[in-house]
Structure formats: C-alpha cells, structure tokens
C-alpha cells in the first residue's frame, strides 16, 4: 500500500507536469525521423494496471518498471489495486473501461473471469495487454510464462534425476497449488504427462496445499516419513514450496532429496537455491517481462492499428537455476528492476 | 471464591457433560473414541502409519493448530469467538519478520510484536465488554481492520521470508527436545499452562461463570467486562505466538492466511474436542482431544492419497457432526441465551 500512495502521488505529478505537454508537441533536442513521434505517441497518454495484488513480489517487480517508462516517457499509470478480490478487479476493469485510458494491463485470476471485460474493452477501443496468466479471449498481447512450458521443464529435470538410469527410487510426489487454480492446474497436468512417460518414475503422492507453506510443510513430512526412499518432491510455486523445504530439512534429507521449485526468480528463491533448500528452480524473469510490457506499452501506442486488430504474444524464456548455474544476479530485487530497467 | 473447581459450571469433570444430571457419553469421549478408532484401523490398514516417525509428524503437522485452538477455547468457554486470530497471527509475526529483514534482533522485533497482539486484545475486549458488540461481529470487523492497518503500516508484501541467520528463532519451529519437534513440545506446555490457568486460577474460573451465565456471574461480584478483556488479550497472545513458532517452521510468513479459512479449522478442533459454542464447558483436554482427531484423520487421508476435494468433504462433515452432537449435548440454555450469541 505504501508503494502504491506512492506511484498514486508520482501518477498525479506526471499528470500535472506532462498535462500541457499532450496538448503541445514534446520538445526533443534532435528528430532522427522516429524519435518525435516515438515521444509524441507515448507524452500524455493513459495507462491503466490492474493486477491480481499490489502486495507481492511479480506485482512489485513489474510495476517498478513500468513507472520508470511512465515516468521518463510522461505517460500516466493508474493502478488499481483490487487485492486479491476477483469482483473488485471486474468492478475496477468495468470502471476503467468508461474513463477510456489508452492501454488497460490486466493480470488474470483464471482463464474466464475477467474474458468478457476484456472484449468489452477492445470493441470499446481500449487496447488490452494480459499479464502472467491468459484468458480465455485474446487481446492485443499476452505478456508471460506458458505454465505448461514451466512444468514441463521441472519435470523433465525430475525424471533425468530420479528417473530411469538415475539409480534412484523414482519415487516422486507432486505439491500441488489450489487445483481449481488455473496455474497449478495446467502444471500438474505436465507434471503427470512427463512423470508418467518415465517407467522408472512412480507418482507416490499427488497432493494441494492451497499455496499455503504450512499446509505443504505438513504434507510433505507426512510424504517423506512414509516413504523413506522418496527420490524428489515437485512443486508449483515457491512461496508454497519453502514449506516442503523445510519438511525436507527437518527430516535432515536436504540435498539427498531432490526438490524441484518454479516461480517468479526473486531473490527469496535464489536464496534458497543457494542454501540448497531447492536442488533446481525454473524461473520465468519478472525484469524481463517488466522490460516486455515497456516495449508493448510503446508499440501499442505508436501503432495506429485498432485495439484487437493484430494480437500477439510474448512467452517469457526460462531460466534454469541451480547451484552451479546461480550468480548474484541470477534474481531479481525489486530495487534492481528500479535501478536496470 | 469459596466454591471448589469441583461445583463450579464446567469444571474439568463436567466437562462437555452438561453437569451431573447425564451421565452418558461425553462429546470429549466420543471424540476420543472416534480418534481411537480412526487411529486402529490406519494403524492396520496403511503400512508405515504406526512408525514412531509419522506419529511424531502426525503431532507435528497439527501443533500449530492445536495451539491456536487453545486460544480460540478458552475464548469460546468464556462465551465468545476469536474470527480475528489468524489476522492477530499473521500480522504481528509478519510484522517481526519484516523487522528482522530491517536489521532487528529477534528479542526487539518480537517485543514489539507482542505489544502490537496484547493492543489488539484490548481493543477486541473493549469493543465486546463495553461497547457490548457481539463477538462474532467485532472479531470479524476486527480482523479486517488489523490486517489492513498492518499491511498499510507494519508489512510490505504478501509473504515475508525470514532471513539468514537468527538460528534460536527458527529452533522454535525446526528444533528438537530429546527427538520431539519443538512446536509439539510447546504445545503441550502451552495445553499444561492454560489447563493450569483455567482450572487454578480465580481469573480462569471466573471465565467458566462467565461463559455459563455472564448475569449471574455479574450479580455475584465478577469483573465481567474486565474478565472478558483479559480473554481476548490471551487469545492474541496465544495467535501471535503460534505465528512465531509458523514462520520459525518454515521460514516465511504468508500474510495471506487472513483470508483462508484457516480460522474455522481453529473453531473445528476447540469444538470437536468438545468445547460447547454456547460457551462454560470444556478446557484444554479438549483441544487436544480434537487435534488429534483431525490430525489422525489429515494424516491419514494424506498417506492414503485422498485427492483435495475429497478430503474438504470429510473434514467439513466431521465439523458438522461436531456441531450437531455439540447442539444435542450442549443445547441452548434458554435462560440465559441472548441474540448476538453464537
């Protein structure tokens, strides 16, 4: 809440300061040809956010970003932040929708809520970029991870460590999310296709934990002390999965059991990579995409196409990062995607 | 006070049993039969359940909330309910994790945390003894209020991460006395104070008239308003250090159990042990009775495999035969019930 009185107040200074300049052509030292118009397309514009939260990390980290382009480009972002409540967020995206801002980015809860405000919002001639998870209807752009990509990944590396050949167990247990969430969803369902390829791979347990690191920290200390030849645990979140870490440190089998974490790369997981709490963590870059939404940002306003007409997407590479692969850059901070984007 | 434990409402050896006048099964002895019985045929029936290992986990996954429940009982004897306790816990220890990421100490950072949960007491007893909201209502306002005031002021994301370093805090949650994981060790001392307390203490029998008549415990000379306060301070107390020994186990804080439904699994295990909602029966024998219920039962289901929606089905009919036996054992004492009362 802090940070978002202060991006309101930094909004209301842009709004303020670059308010005659959209009116008036932005004064630039040298025209290249592009350069005036690139600044023209972008001064005084309106765009709006409405993410899931503004209070945990992917949120943070996109949103510091975003504003150092506002900023710099003397656009307006407007935030606003529903907390995790569903209807809250339809009620802001109908809202927006009626003060016609340029660009409305939405991050979706699920594949359906938020699908018909979305094409409300383009007929409407509002341009629509769709954050970390895709909804049913396309929009001008998907900026994000392809969930399925993400576990795939994990699960590939599970099975070339306790799989056929590894000499192990193959004892595997999965640590799902919410399982009507559509995240955890679309990644147990890669997790059991490629698990269940492998014949040297048994799934002893399938298990949700409601994205709650206590809930996973329990079940997996049940998981662990009734199987004590389990090879590897495989999770879906990182902030859930601090809980099955720790599980597996209690029962003093950290290293030996392989746990395979995703999430968002913040430097919280990195840490964990480092102590060894997660043998390897596939990340998709939250700085990245932040630098991904920038450029749509600006190529949605410089383009003169309609909003709808030309959708496209950016899936965000992957990183794989374990011990040997892990720098202290490997993560991201919030005040490093301040200070690089 | 010149009447022993023994007369009182609800004392421990009346407890659940509605006085001398039944002498039938108690809910504690259902329960506890009920667990007995769950416990035997997962002790036959799944291979490795009765390893001395996963009974120690079994003890170990519902600690926590055995603790909580203590806080939430002893609140319900006293004939209210705590829904702002998760927020209590969430929030102060949230609050000292964000403290420890700044450079405190933990000694510091929990202090104040402490006193953050003992102003919340007094603000949820004040609003209940005095301004008389009931404490269904001021508790659920309240948990609102807390969460959104600390997030504003005190926590700056969802989930906080304990950092590096502060080994005598994370022993709370991942230490060991003589192969006992510490929170099951300190659940216990914490079921053996507040056993002491309810049962010894002239302020923890005045919680027992309280809840079984608050106008006769009035009339006869017991600081109600007062009494009511100190609940509701214990049971904050007893939230914050349950966050404590949380973020401890696993090294994070997740602010967002506020909003889960964590708080009726707490309701779930004071009153399956048989701590009657309508409040002056029962203690901490109960709480634990119920906590290895539904720690049997979690356990269990867990080995067993059961998918999510599946084990939410059992959990949620188990909590409502809980409450219909509490109803059929415990009815409503119709003298004394008043809206507003739970």
Same mark, same amino acid.
């Given at each position: ?16 300061? =670059? ?19 690139? #600044? ?9 956010? =409405? ?17 150092? $382009? ?34 409305? /980015? ?34 001008? =752009? ?13 699960? $590939? ?18 640590? $799902? ?11 147990? $369902? ?25 809930? #996973? ?42 746990? /395979? ?81 | ?34 667990? #007995? ?80 949960? =003992? ?22 306002? @309240? ?44 659940? #216990? ?19 027992? @008239? ?77 709480? /634990? ?54």
């Amino acid at each position: 809440m802090r940070t978002l009185t202060k991006f309101a107040a930094a909004a209301l200074l842009a709004a303020v300061t =670059v308010g005659p300049a959209a009116q008036a052509e932005v004064a630039i030292g040298y025209d290249d040809g592009m350069s005036a118009s690139y #600044a023209n397309a972008l001064a005084g514009k309106k765009v709006a956010f =409405v993410p899931l939260a503004m209070s945990f990390d992917i949120a943070e980290g996109w949103v510091a970003g975003m504003q150092k $382009q506002a900023d710099s480009m003397g656009y307006d972002l407007i935030i606003r932040d529903p907390n995790w409540n569903t209807s809250a967020g339809a009620q802001a995206i109908t809202q927006l929708i009626a003060e016609k801002p340029d660009i409305i /980015i939405i991050h979706n809860p699920d594949l359906q809520t938020y699908g018909r405000l979305i094409r409300k919002a383009t007929e409407s001639g509002i341009k629509v970029i769709q954050v970390n998870l895709k909804s049913n209807v396309n929009s001008d =752009v998907y900026i994000g991870a392809d969930w399925y990509k993400i576990a795939e990944k994990q699960a $590939q590396i599970m099975v070339s460590k306790c799989g056929s050949g590894s000499g192990k167990s193959g004892k595997v247990a999965i640590i $799902q999310g919410i399982p009507t969430n559509a995240t955890s969803a679309i990644g147990v $369902q890669a997790f059991e296709k490629v698990l269940g390829e492998d014949s040297g791979i048994e799934i002893v347990a399938n298990q949700a934990a409601d994205f709650d690191p206590t809930k #996973a920290h329990t079940i997996a200390l049940t998981i662990l002390k009734q199987n004590p030849d389990l090879c590897g645990m495989i999770g879906i979140w990182d902030a859930e999965d601090v809980g099955v870490a720790a599980a597996i440190r209690d029962v003093g089998k950290t290293g030996e059991v392989v746990m /395979i974490s995703q999430g968002a790369g913040a430097q919280s997981a990195c840490d964990k990579v480092i102590a060894g709490d997660f043998t390897t963590y596939v990340a998709y870059d939250v700085a990245q995409q932040a630098r991904d939404i920038n450029n749509a940002i600006a190529t949605l306003l410089q383009s003169p196409a309609e909003a709808g007409a030309q959708p496209f997407a950016l899936y965000s590479p992957l990183k794989v990062i374990d011990k040997d692969s892990v720098h202290p850059d490997t993560c991201w901070t919030t005040d490093r995607v301040k200070r690089d984007n | 006070m010149s009447a022993s434990p023994e007369t009182l409402p609800g004392g421990p050896h009346s407890a659940g049993s509605g006085g001398p006048r039944r002498k039938k099964l108690t809910q504690e002895q259902i329960v506890l039969g009920i667990a #007995a019985v769950l416990f035997v045929v997962f002790a036959l029936v799944l291979p490795g359940f009765l390893s001395a290992d996963n009974l120690v986990s079994l003890l170990q996954g519902v600690a926590l909330l055995g603790m909580l429940g203590l806080g939430m009982g002893l609140v319900i004897i006293g004939r209210g309910i705590d829904l702002a306790m998760v927020a209590t816990m969430a929030m102060s220890t949230g609050w000292v994790v964000e403290r420890l990421n700044g450079g405190s100490g933990f000694g510091e950072a929990a202090l104040y945390a402490g006193l953050f949960a =003992v102003a919340i007491g007094v603000v949820l007893g004040f609003l209940i003894a005095y301004v008389e909201i009931p404490p269904i209502f001021a508790t659920l306002a @309240m948990a609102t209020v807390i969460y959104g005031f600390a997030r504003y002021t005190m926590v700056s994301l969802d989930v906080v991460y304990v950092p590096a370093g502060h080994e005598g805090f994370r022993w709370l949650g991942s230490g060991r006395v003589f192969g006992i994981p510490a929170p099951v060790v300190l659940f #216990a001392a914490m079921a053996f104070v507040v056993h002491l307390f309810l049962r010894y203490t002239k302020a923890g029998r005045y919680i027992y @008239m309280i809840g079984d008549n608050p106008q006769t415990a009035r009339t006869t000379g017991v600081p109600v308003p007062q009494v009511i306060v100190m609940q509701y301070v214990i049971s904050s107390l007893i939230g914050f250090a349950t966050g404590i020994v949380t973020a401890a186990a696993v090294g994070s804080m997740n602010t967002r159990l506020v909003t889960s439904t964590m708080v009726y699994d707490v309701i779930l295990v004071a009153v399956l042990g048989g701590i009657g909602l309508a409040g002056g029966k029962g203690g901490a024998r109960n709480v /634990i009775v119920g906590t290895l219920l539904i720690g049997t039962m979690l356990n269990g289901m867990t080995i067993m495999n059961f998918d999510y929606t599946t084990q939410n089905i059992v959990k949620s009919l188990v909590l409502l035969a809980a409450i219909v036996i509490d109803t059929l054992i415990n009815p409503r004492d119709e003298q004394t019930a008043q809206q507003g009362d739970i």
